[in-house]
């Protein structure tokens, strides 16, 4: 059979600095596709055409696509995959890569994603479902903390409160219920080595990509609230028996249980895992890229990421043969925020990039516009991206963190400690 020819022209569907990873990584491909974007951001804007699309305008991204013949889609975040654009796509004639609606709800609803868990015998932590604030307090009473508190419904990475006592447990139930008017998930708090899993699945075919560690709350050494993500990097420790280990009781049997439910999965499997002292335990699944997760793997990736997604978009991916073993070397992200996030936070500020960075390292915009005048100004909450390579973690950390220093706005703020717990003890991480 032979291969399909690789398209000329991708339109990337997201605005965030996973979406600038993307863009940058598609655009190397040998192939020199012609790079779309909708609705893109300000860094991105630097490197393609972007389209004031909104993400929940499936017929508008769809009518996009149309009219720029876009001969692939590659859709990054996971509200516009829930509302179905990959299959309004699909319908329309489209090569996709990610998922559809079916396919999205593992992300779109825990409580889906737990009951499958829990019905194909993949590990996972224990956990009860509560629908109002009495029954979660009496659950929450009855057993230990630290416990975790999630919603059920997509909450841009913040929908999960870990617990440290039950009054905390309680005000987190009660406001995550009047938040959603769904259910919520009380789970038992894992221990352990953290790990972000990306899977590229096509059916019951998957290429693991480099393992990624992410340090989800918003200060140092773990402190503070839950976020979408405050840097990561890659490749994260795990060792080979460890990997093996996850392929067989995680990853395996994941694609597997997917595909028995009836779910076509063309897209990204984001399995973010716990290595506990009896194994790795699934935390979540998510059905798209991660951010930033994906900012420091794919620099390490030794294949054309282009041809990964294009066959896995066809079901060809088994035809593929991606080396597992990453690049040499390390990555570091650190995430540049707007200070108060993941809660309130300033718009409009002004920001000033360096105009040399150290060798290896380039800013990714997430969260950026363009004012009036053509400055650069914050835009979001995880505003800018700075990604590095190095020979090694140290050196990677430190021209990121160089960089970072150099970065001129008031209201940065950002975690000093991406991977610094691996430095200072190799053979233990945790983060929470």
């Known amino acids: 059979m032979s291969e399909p020819a690789l398209p000329r022209s991708v339109l990337i569907v997201g605005s965030g600095g996973?979406?600038?990873?993307?863009?940058?990584?598609?655009?190397?491909?040998?192939?020199?596709p012609r790079i779309l974007c909708a609705p893109g951001n300000a860094g991105i804007a630097d490197l393609a055409p972007c389209f004031p699309v909104a993400l929940d305008d499936v017929p508008g991204l769809v009518e996009l696509a149309r009219a720029q013949r876009a001969e692939f889609v590659v859709v990054g975040p996971e509200a516009p995959l829930a509302l179905g654009l990959a299959d309004a796509l699909r319908r329309e004639g489209f090569a996709v890569f990610g998922p559809g609606a079916d396919g999205a709800r593992l992300e779109a609803s825990k409580i889906f994603t737990k009951e499958l868990l829990l019905k194909h015998g993949i590990p996972t932590a224990k956990a009860a479902f509560c629908a109002d604030p009495a029954e979660a307090a009496a659950r929450i009473d009855a057993g230990p903390v630290p416990i975790v508190?999630?919603?059920?419904?997509?909450?841009?990475?913040?929908?999960?409160?870990?617990?440290?006592?039950?009054?905390?447990?309680?005000?987190?139930?009660?406001a995550l219920l009047a938040g959603s008017g769904k259910r919520i998930l009380l789970e038992e708090c894992l221990s352990g080595v953290e790990a972000s899993i990306l899977v590229i699945v096509s059916g019951r075919d998957y290429v693991i990509l480099p393992p990624a560690q992410d340090h989800k709350r918003a200060g140092d050494g773990d402190t503070g609230p839950n976020t979408g993500g405050m840097g990561t990097f890659c490749p994260a420790p795990l060792g080979d028996a460890a990997l093996a280990e996850i392929e067989r009781s995680i990853v395996r049997p994941s694609v597997e249980a997917i595909a028995a439910e009836g779910i076509?999965?063309?897209?990204?499997?984001?399995?973010?895992?716990?290595?506990?002292?009896?194994?790795?335990?699934?935390?979540?699944?998510?059905?798209?890229?991660?951010?930033?997760?994906?900012?420091?793997?794919?620099?390490?990736?030794?294949?054309?990421?282009?041809?990964?997604?294009?066959?896995?978009?066809?079901?060809?991916?088994?035809?593929?043969?991606?080396?597992?073993?990453?690049?040499?070397?390390?990555?570091?992200?650190?995430?540049?925020?707007?200070?108060?996030?993941?809660?309130?936070?300033?718009?409009?500020?002004?920001?000033?990039?360096?105009?040399?960075?150290?060798?290896?390292?380039?800013?990714?915009?997430?969260?950026?516009?363009?004012?009036?005048?053509?400055?650069?100004?914050?835009?979001?909450?995880?505003?800018?991206n700075v990604v590095a390579?190095?020979?090694?973690?140290?050196?990677?950390?430190?021209?990121?963190?160089?960089?970072?220093?150099?970065?001129?706005?008031?209201?940065?703020?950002?975690r000093h400690d991406i991977g610094a717990s691996l430095l200072a003890n190799p053979t233990v991480t945790r983060h929470g």
Request: with cysteine.
């Open 389 to 414: 390579l190095g020979r090694d973690l140290a050196e990677a950390r430190a021209r990121a963190y160089q960089a970072c220093e150099d970065v001129s706005w008031t209201g940065k703020y950002y």
């Open 264 to 384: 076509d999965f063309r897209g990204v499997l984001f399995i973010g895992l716990m290595l506990t002292a009896a194994g790795p335990s699934v935390l979540e699944y998510n059905a798209r890229f991660g951010d930033p997760e994906t900012q420091s793997v794919l620099p390490l990736l030794p294949y054309d990421l282009l041809a990964l997604l294009w066959a896995a978009a066809h079901r060809r991916l088994s035809e593929v043969k991606a080396d597992r073993t990453p690049a040499a070397g390390a990555v570091v992200c650190v995430v540049l925020a707007a200070q108060g996030y993941p809660g309130g936070y300033a718009k409009g500020e002004p920001i000033g990039l360096p105009e040399a960075l150290p060798p290896h390292t380039y800013i990714l915009h997430a969260g950026t516009a363009r004012n009036g005048r053509g400055g650069l100004v914050s835009q979001g909450g995880r505003v800018l």
């Open 149 to 174: 508190v999630k919603a059920d419904g997509l909450a841009a990475g913040k929908g999960v409160v870990v617990a440290a006592t039950r009054d905390e447990a309680k005000a987190a139930a009660a």
């Open 18 to 32: 996973r979406e600038h990873a993307l863009a940058r990584a598609l655009a190397a491909s040998p192939a020199r």
